[in-house]
């Protein structure tokens, strides 16, 4: 009960005993007769308690009228709140249902609450969204145009459409919605910037995905985003490499060295750009330099992709003597000399120096016993020797330990498999990424002295670019 309603009740019982108690002092004067015409009289209390009456009835009246609209409106308020309570409850329902793939359940509750409410606009985009993932594509268009027409300035319902159109297989026009948010909302395009660069990358055309992530930075720099800008660091850095690898083969030498050493500033860990930089002292004409180059990657990074190319760069010269010495320094110099001396082990099986390549690998049988890399290297070794029995055993137990090798790296990131190394995963687009495949043999990176290296790989239809640490 309000305060204002109590002090009203004690008030009128005070009038009411105020009253009574005058009642005794003046019962004279209202008995008295109070004529209404020449015939007609009243006494004066009644004539006292009608004019009371007739003045005390308006007021009455308000508040009564008052309080029945206001008991109308908390009822009206009540029912509608759980009209909404129950429309909040179906559109959680149906985002539960949508995150779980459960298209049926979500579209079933999302029409439930635009049968109360139309023109909601949460449910109109997302029940859009659910009918095309249904493959109802021109009935999620119909929704989301019938929505634009009620929220006209709604960026989210233009990339919609775009996602319409693009599944209804009208290409062009999808384009042409993605080119209006460029145009009409300035700074809110990063996911057409960020869908076309990635679409660039995948093309191969890296002028093009450049410009791209220049316009996404500058973007993320005008708001201040450093988690964005940090995590499209990867990719700058992979397109800049991709600069790089142009300049060398339009024979810009010293233009391609400087863009190296850049990254490689930036990041050391960035095996390609290590690789190439040593390419471009090559093609300088130095090749100390670019031996120095490797050599001075394998130890960053601990990555056998550098002996591999000191190796091929020997043989390639006809310096089987040099890659031998180059290979012994190496292991004289390694914290962990594991990979150096398998790699000295398949040289000397290379040059058909069985006898030294069995002794080394010999050396290191107690720590890679379980590496089917290392038993295939045996049995070609005991095969080429003649010894059939003890080849047959090394094969067998290659096969036991991880099946017959038929690749030798891999990529880090969607395990696309490759005879050869390269810098960058033609399957997932990933820079850094490939590497020998020793993850089969059940060998740490520590235990092979190989250190984590950043990974940096473009992802398809998110806005969540890269990349893990490997």
């Known amino acids: 009960m309000r305060i204002r309603t109590v002090v009203g009740i004690l008030f009128a019982l005070a009038a009411v005993v105020l009253v009574s108690f005058l009642t005794q002092y003046n019962r004279e004067i209202l008995s008295?007769?109070?004529?209404?015409?020449?015939?007609?009289?009243?006494?004066?209390?009644?004539?006292?308690?009608?004019?009371?009456?007739?003045?005390?009835?308006?007021?009455?009246?308000?508040?009564?009228?008052?309080?029945?609209?206001?008991?109308?409106?908390?009822?009206?308020?009540?029912?509608?709140?759980?009209?909404?309570?129950?429309?909040?409850?179906?559109?959680?329902?149906?985002?539960?249902?949508?995150?779980?793939?459960?298209?049926?359940?979500?579209?079933?509750?999302?029409?439930?609450?635009?049968?109360?409410?139309?023109?909601?606009?949460?449910?109109?985009?997302?029940?859009?969204?659910?009918?095309?993932?249904?493959?109802?594509?021109?009935?999620?268009?119909?929704?989301?145009?019938?929505?634009?027409?009620?929220?006209?300035?709604?960026?989210?319902?233009?990339?919609?459409?775009?996602?319409?159109?693009?599944?209804?297989?009208?290409?062009?026009?999808?384009?042409?919605?993605?080119?209006?948010?460029?145009?009409?909302?300035?700074?809110?395009g990063l996911a057409v910037q960020r869908r076309r660069r990635n679409g660039a990358i995948a093309e191969g055309d890296w002028r093009e995905a450049a410009r791209l992530q220049d316009s996404i930075e500058t973007t993320l720099r005008e708001n201040d985003a450093r988690v964005e800008l940090e995590r499209e660091r990867g990719i700058r850095l992979g397109l800049d490499y991709q600069r790089g690898l142009a300049r060398l083969e339009e024979d810009r030498v010293a233009e391609a060295e400087e863009i190296f050493r850049r990254l490689l500033e930036e990041e050391e860990r960035f095996i390609p750009a290590s690789i190439m930089l040593g390419e471009a002292a090559l093609l300088g004409g130095s090749d100390d330099a670019a031996l120095e180059e490797w050599k001075r990657g394998y130890g960053a990074t601990g990555s056998p992709v550098f002996l591999q190319r000191i190796e091929d760069h020997f043989i390639e010269r006809a310096e089987p003597a040099r890659a031998i010495e180059t290979l012994h320094r190496i292991i004289d110099?390694?914290?962990?000399?594991?990979?150096?001396?398998?790699?000295?082990?398949?040289?000397?099986?290379?040059?058909?120096?069985?006898?030294?390549?069995?002794?080394?690998?010999?050396?290191?049988a107690d720590r890679v016993a379980s590496s089917p890399t290392y038993h295939l290297l045996l049995a070609r070794i005991h095969e080429r020797r003649g010894e059939l029995g003890r080849a047959a055993a090394s094969y067998l137990r290659t096969l036991e330990q991880a099946g017959l090798m038929s690749t030798e790296y891999r990529c880090e990131v969607c395990d696309a498999e490759y005879r050869d190394w390269r810098d960058r995963c033609d399957s997932c687009g990933a820079w850094n990424s490939v590497e020998l495949d020793f993850e089969e043999e059940r060998l740490t990176p520590s235990e092979l002295g190989i250190r984590e290296r950043p990974v940096w790989s473009v992802a398809e239809d998110t806005d969540e670019e890269f990349g893990d640490i490997a």
């Open 333 to 364: 110099s390694a914290d962990n000399d594991l990979l150096p001396r398998f790699f000295l082990g398949r040289l000397y099986y290379r040059l058909e120096m069985l006898d030294e390549a069995q002794r080394v690998l010999a050396s290191i």
């Open 32 to 188: 008295q007769r109070f004529a209404l015409g020449e015939s007609t009289s009243v006494s004066l209390a009644a004539v006292l308690v009608v004019t009371f009456l007739i003045g005390l009835l308006p007021p009455v009246t308000l508040l009564v009228v008052q309080r029945l609209k206001q008991e109308l409106a908390e009822r009206r308020e009540r029912r509608m709140s759980r009209q909404e309570e129950s429309r909040h409850g179906s559109f959680r329902r149906a985002i539960d249902y949508k995150l779980d793939g459960q298209w049926g359940k979500a579209a079933a509750e999302l029409e439930s609450v635009l049968a109360e409410k139309p023109e909601d606009f949460a449910a109109l985009l997302n029940y859009g969204e659910v009918l095309r993932w249904q493959g109802r594509a021109k009935e999620a268009l119909e929704v989301h145009r019938r929505a634009s027409v009620l929220y006209p300035q709604s960026v989210a319902l233009l990339y919609q459409m775009a996602d319409d159109y693009a599944e209804a297989g009208e290409e062009k026009v999808s384009h042409e919605i993605r080119n209006r948010i460029l145009r009409d909302f300035p700074g809110v």
